[in-house]
């Protein structure tokens, strides 16, 4: 399983889109992908969502494409209030892909998709390891968004507009987000994708591909 990026868009070296919040990278690289010739050449997405610089070469025998633009998918929302709770977001997602099959054959759901400032990927860094958010991102194919560094801080503090030299961190999530931009990041928000062949909950079945199987798949 492989994600490869879209042709054309130009990557910081860290992986993320580049000039995404105003940062532009001297060391920046552009993506191909082309189908038309082979060996197929494209940048790989790494599953805890960075574009990789070094591309890799498919040939035919190694390549069935399994998303293309247009295919029917989910988009999954997170509801305000309460807690993720791993367990349930598991038994959601499992009812989602037993319900849409039966209920909407003629469309079948080929993934399902988020795009949120909680699938920053670097939130596994700065956030203890079994907070909901980040196991969540754990079970999922992470892949970089263009979002603002505004969107996580507003989402964190309930307003963009606060100034984050006084502002006072009382949650994990809320600490996180304020050492990330006082080690001289900023957030960018993130996206993921999950196939219903691979909903295995508790498992984190992008995860156990190794550098080496995602640059060499086969
Ligand atoms: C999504 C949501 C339910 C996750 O909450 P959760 O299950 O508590 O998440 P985690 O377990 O990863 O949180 C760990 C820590 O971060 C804190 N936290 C989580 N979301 C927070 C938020 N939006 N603002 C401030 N702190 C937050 C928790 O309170 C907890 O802190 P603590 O350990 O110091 O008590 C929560 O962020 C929320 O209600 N968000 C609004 C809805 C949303 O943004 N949906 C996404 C759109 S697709």
Same mark, same amino acid.
């Given at each position: ?27 920046? @690289? ?66 989602? @892909?037993?319900? @849409? ?21 670097? @939130? ?95």
């Amino acid at each position: 399983m492989l994600f490869l990026a879209e042709g054309g868009i130009n990557f910081r070296a860290d992986g993320q889109f580049d000039g995404v919040n105003g940062i532009y990278d001297s060391q920046a @690289f552009t993506t191909t992908l082309d189908f038309r010739v082979m060996p197929l050449r494209g940048n790989p997405v790494t599953p805890d969502g960075r574009v990789l610089r070094q591309a890799v070469h498919l040939s035919w025998a190694e390549w069935v494409q399994i998303l293309s633009p247009g295919d029917p998918t989910l988009s999954l929302h997170i509801p305000a209030g309460g807690k993720m709770d791993h367990a349930q977001c598991g038994e959601s997602l499992q009812e989602a @892909f037993a319900f @849409f099959p039966k209920h909407f054959p003629e469309r079948p759901v080929r993934a399902c998709t988020c795009d949120s400032w909680l699938l920053d990927s670097h @939130f596994q860094e700065y956030m203890p390891p079994d907070s909901n958010i980040v196991r969540f991102q754990r079970e999922m194919y992470l892949h970089p968004v263009r979002g603002r560094n505004e969107g996580v801080v507003g989402q964190a503090f309930g307003s963009p507009l606060i100034d984050l030299q006084s502002v006072k961190a009382n949650t994990a999530l809320q600490r996180a987000v304020l050492q990330y931009i006082k080690n001289g990041a900023l957030w960018s928000g993130g996206g993921s994708v999950l196939f219903p062949e691979d909903m295995s909950w508790g498992k984190q079945v992008y995860r156990s591909q190794t550098l080496d199987d995602i640059i060499r798949p086969g």
